[in-house]
């Protein structure tokens, strides 16, 4: 039972991991991270490897709709033009892939900026609307500007190389997609402890109130949609060198939704929400595979309907949430720390 | 400048246009009573066409009462759904409202995969075949006897909501719930009858779309450039709905016919950055003023 | 077949699949695994189950004789929706829990992007559903094969076949958009110069698109002798034919390997009569003497096979022929390897799958046979002899 934690300053105060307990968890964590290559198979690698390229992207996203309240449909978009950035770059400049992710991540978080320019004029369900726009304009982008992406067909693009060493397998990829996630999701938790995060805050509680405290309404919004492209264009590519293959239908709008559904079922507005959603979002088309296998010798039925079955699941998911726990996962999960913190006492 | 050429393109611009319009008139008359943008729209017209595909295999049946089933049913699922689904949200911010449409279009993408597959099928053929010329025009029939419903369908309302009681009590309803509880009117009443409405015109919209183009689950995306439509014509304008209905489906011919298919979704999008850029409220919407 | 009774065959194959390579462990010669994209479910579903049937049935007739040079041959499928990256996730997945020797692809765009990872294991052929010309490049594709001609190749068959009957004709192609679709566009302009045909038309339909009444209307602007399809399964055929027909027009209509199953043509309704198609294959009902193998067929599955069906089976004997004749010569088995050995096969008999021996060129088994459609017998019969391409 924690009774309770005394700061001393302000600066403890703002920190992100008060106790040593939590201290001790993340250094756990981190830990299991770095040796989970060592012990884990192939496919493991590979779902940690897709979680990790999630988590970074929904963070993205959680920055922008989470935090700031402006609903983006474009999130899988942006995560196009990093890969599309990255993977042309990998094969025409030869540049070091951390450049890539780089470069990547600038010219989607341009391409954000644009998308965000009309926040001034419109607002809420308009300004979703007009980022579906832009993500069927960026899809045709896609498939018809051939010179740069290859088309319809796409690209297929050589894997990163660290000091010559090629990156090819889920395991290997996994330290170029680890360690940049979990650096994008710390900064990510910190930007909220600054003047801009709080911002972001001020903004989707009531954006107008924001404007007479003295925050400029179109920077800010910019900002936010500048961010977190970055994140998914630096997602993007790291998608890019995990899976060397992008073609138009690699990032189509059920991504974004995907996105916007982790998000929401994760939790808006919490970092941790981010990262549970993007988590279980993954796992559960994972979840669905191991039922069928275990149902098919009793219902024969069962492998045709998984894929039907999973488009439910997804579709219920997000109904579900939205009824019944609109603050999501992180909300049942810090329900479930306070009764341990709590214990023996009652909430 | 092959002018017969343009205008049969016309021609069928303004009907996939006049199909536009009907589908729109949903989403409106939702939008209309519940404040709700209803994504679904597209699946809830890819059920109504699926379920008279499924009516119509009972060969015992004539066709016009699987069209008339069809319809029904599918109202009722919209019933079904707005009771279920939309009202525990009532009072939610409007982009959870969407998100959960947007998670109801998944489910009945699902449902319809499950029962009927997922692959494309064709429905039965209840449109005379026989092409119709104006002057020296050719307009595929399909097209054109969907361009007649839908025009007939569309006048009927656009006329009984300013006659009507009923649109009254709609317009009341979206604009002040507590206000017209007082005035006697039975708001959650309302609430589901719009909702039944539109899914049975979706439907047959649907059933239209289906008969030109074939059915399949990934039918839904139809509701994207529905989308665009409502909101080029204002979300809450049912004389906009048609208008911007007629305006996106001859863009969008006119794209296709002169640049080439794959320009289609692109004009249609483009025209509605134009739109949210220049006059966000669409053509014919009413401006929200917000208040803090 | 409906759908239960397609799951209930495919579970017990899976079943089986999974004992068998649980069993293979006892024998002392190592199971070859033949793994593979396939989509069951979705779009191509039609395709998908029956390429799923075929490979079964291939691999048990093959386990029946003896298997590969002494190796049983086991199948691990995986759903795929024909979706790309569920396509690379199944590939992945597979390949890191066996020893893949074979895979089957369930589309031209996966075939595309994960030949080179096939190249850089090094360690498996690929084949799979697709004819894609840009695939029959055997230097920049060495380890894929297709099992049969090219879709330009097919453009060609059917362009031939329209030089026989109407020489210097106008010729449309209608192409869905998708990478499936636009494979041949290039090569059929080339053809049809070469043949003197006018191919100026070519139209490009979005995928899934609704309406094609726009698309219709071109052609009736261009009223050419024949319109020729490629990358569709079905929809939107039906249609263009008979707004065609209602127009007036004269034109008749041709469709590559995809759109030429038997089931789906019936499917047309009154627009099917006349169809011509090509395909590589015979087809399930196909009564011609000698062919053992048909009549094998036929008497493993009772209902009618589709086209997709003949794929999985041939491009399966096929690829087990390439690696038998690798482990004859004492190769090691691996990508390069089989290959050699399928390139190796000449005046093959497939028992009666293909009309004539079957030689492999290149990546391709360039033979095909035109088939056109008879509303009275409700069946696609042959229209001219096997063609062979060389």
């Known amino acids: 039972m924690r009774i309770g934690t005394v700061k001393e300053n302000y600066i403890a105060d703002a920190a992100l991991f008060d106790t040593s307990v939590q201290k001790g968890w993340l250094v756990a964590l981190l830990a299991g991270l770095v040796l989970l290559p060592f012990f884990a198979g192939q496919y493991a690698s590979y779902l940690a490897c897709l979680v990790l390229i999630n988590i970074a992207s929904t963070t993205g996203l959680n920055i922008l709709t989470g935090f700031t309240g402006l609903v983006s449909l474009g999130q899988a978009a942006f995560m196009g033009v990093g890969a599309y950035t990255v993977a042309w770059l990998e094969m025409k400049a030869g540049t070091p892939f951390l450049l890539n992710l780089i470069i990547g991540g600038f010219a989607a978080s341009f391409i954000g900026i644009i998308v965000g320019l009309p926040s001034l004029r419109v607002k809420g369900l308009y300004l979703a609307i007009a980022t579906i726009a832009a993500s069927v304009i960026l899809h045709f982008v896609f498939a018809n500007w051939t010179a740069v992406t290859g088309g319809v067909s796409g690209v297929t693009m050589p894997a990163a190389s660290l000091f010559g060493y090629e990156l090819v397998e889920p395991k290997q990829v996994y330290w170029i997609i680890m360690p940049v996630t979990v650096l994008m999701v710390f900064g990510a938790a910190n930007i909220f402890r600054t003047r801009i995060g709080r911002a972001f805050i001020a903004i989707r509680d009531r954006d107008i109130s924001a404007e007479v405290l003295g925050i400029r309404l179109l920077r800010y919004k910019l900002l936010s949609f500048a961010l977190s492209s970055f994140y998914a264009g630096v997602a993007g590519g790291l998608w890019a060198y995990f899976f060397r293959v992008i073609t138009p239908e690699s990032f189509p709008l059920m991504m974004s939704i995907f996105f916007l559904a982790a998000v929401i079922v994760g939790g808006m507005g919490s970092i941790l929400g981010g990262i549970l959603g993007a988590i279980f979002m993954t796992m559960v088309p994972e979840v669905l595979k191991m039922m069928v296998g275990v149902l098919t010798p009793f219902w024969s039925d069962a492998i045709a309907v998984m894929s039907p079955v999973r488009i439910i699941v997804f579709g219920a998911l997000i109904i579900f949430f939205l009824i019944f726990e609109p603050d999501g996962l992180a909300e049942i999960w810090r329900n479930i720390r306070r009764y341990f913190h709590l214990w023996p006492f009652k909430t | ?292 | 077949m409906s759908i239960k009774n397609f799951t209930k065959r495919a579970t017990g194959a899976l079943l089986a699949a999974g004992l068998l390579s649980g069993v293979a462990q006892a024998s002392d010669k190592k199971d070859l695994v033949l793994g593979g994209s396939i989509p069951l479910t979705g779009v191509f579903a039609f395709a998908g189950v029956g390429l799923h049937a075929g490979i079964q049935d291939s691999v048990k007739v093959i386990n029946e004789s003896g298997g590969i040079e002494g190796h049983k041959l086991v199948y691990i499928p995986e759903d795929t929706a024909y979706k790309v990256d569920a396509s690379v996730a199944a590939f992945n997945k597979i390949t890191s829990q066996h020893d893949v020797n074979f895979y089957y692809g369930d589309s031209t765009a996966f075939e595309k992007t994960i030949s080179p990872e096939v190249d850089r294991s090094g360690k498996m052929v690929l084949t799979g559903a697709s004819f894609a010309s840009e695939l029959n490049d055997p230097v920049k594709y060495p380890n894929v094969f297709i099992g049969g001609p090219s879709y330009t190749d097919m453009i060609g068959i059917l362009m031939e076949h329209i030089v026989k009957e109407k020489p210097g004709a106008k010729v449309v192609l209608v192409h869905s958009d998708t990478e499936f679709g636009r494979d041949p566009v290039e090569g059929a302009k080339e053809t049809a110069t070469k043949l003197g045909l006018n191919l100026d038309l070519v139209i490009s339909t979005a995928p899934g698109g609704v309406d094609v009444s726009t698309e219709v209307l071109k052609i009736r602007r261009a009223r050419p002798d024949y319109v020729i399809f490629h990358g569709y399964v079905l929809a939107p055929i039906p249609e263009f034919i008979t707004q065609a027909r209602s127009m007036g027009l004269k034109t008749k209509f041709m469709g590559t390997f995809w759109s030429s199953d038997n089931s789906m043509v019936q499917k047309m309704g009154d627009a099917a009569d006349g169809f011509m198609g090509v395909m590589p294959y015979s087809y399930y009902y196909d009564e011609s003497e000698n062919a053992p193998m048909l009549e094998k067929i036929r008497s493993m599955r009772d209902t009618y096979q589709s086209n997709a069906y003949m794929q999985g089976f041939f491009n399966t004997m096929m690829m087990a022929e390439g690696a038998r004749n690798a482990i004859k010569a004492g190769k090691e088995l691996n990508g390069a390897n089989i290959k050699a050995g399928m390139r190796a096969i000449k005046d093959f008999d497939t028992g009666g799958i293909v009309g004539i021996p079957v030689t492999v060129k290149g990546n391709s088994v360039p033979v095909g046979r035109v088939y056109s459609f008879d509303a009275s017998k409700k069946k696609m019969l042959p229209a001219s002899d096997w063609i062979r391409l060389d």
């Open chain 2, 1 to 292: 400048m092959d002018w017969l050429f343009f205008s049969e393109i016309g021609l069928a611009g303004l009907g996939s246009g006049g199909l536009y319009a009907l589908t729109g008139l949903a989403l409106v008359l939702i939008y209309k009573a519940t404040r709700v943008v209803n994504m679904a729209i597209g699946e809830l017209l890819m059920l109504g066409a699926y379920v008279f595909m499924g009516f119509s295999a009972i060969t015992v049946l004539p066709l016009w009462v699987s069209i008339i089933l069809a319809i029904i049913l599918t109202g009722v699922c919209g019933g079904i759904i707005e009771r279920t689904i939309i009202r525990p949200m009532l009072g939610e911010s409007a982009i959870s409202i969407f998100m959960v449409t947007i998670g109801l279009g998944s489910v009945l993408v699902g449902v319809v995969e499950i029962i009927w597959g997922a692959q494309p099928q064709r429905l039965v053929e209840f449109i005379p075949k026989d092409p119709i010329f104006i002057g020296e025009a050719y307009l595929s029939s399909k097209i054109g006897y969907a361009f007649l419903v839908a025009a007939i369908v569309l006048g009927t309302f656009l006329i009984i909501f300013r006659t009507w009681r009923g649109g009254i009590a709609l317009r009341a309803t979206a604009g002040d719930q507590g206000a017209a509880y007082s005035m006697g009117i039975n708001v959650p009443k309302v609430f589901s009858s719009v909702w039944v409405i539109a899914s049975m015109i979706a439907a047959g919209a649907g059933i239209l779309v289906g008969s030109i183009g074939g059915i399949s689950p990934n039918m839904g995306v139809y509701g994207l450039s529905v989308l665009v439509v409502v909101i080029v014509g204002g979300l809450d304008s049912l004389l906009g709905a048609l208008v911007a209905g007629l305006l996106v489906g001859l863009i969008e011919t006119y794209a296709g016919a002169y640049l080439g298919g794959e320009f289609k979704l692109l004009a249609t999008f483009s025209l509605l950055v134009l739109v949210l850029v220049v006059r966000p409220y669409g053509l014919f919407g009413t401006h929200e003023i917000e208040r803090l």
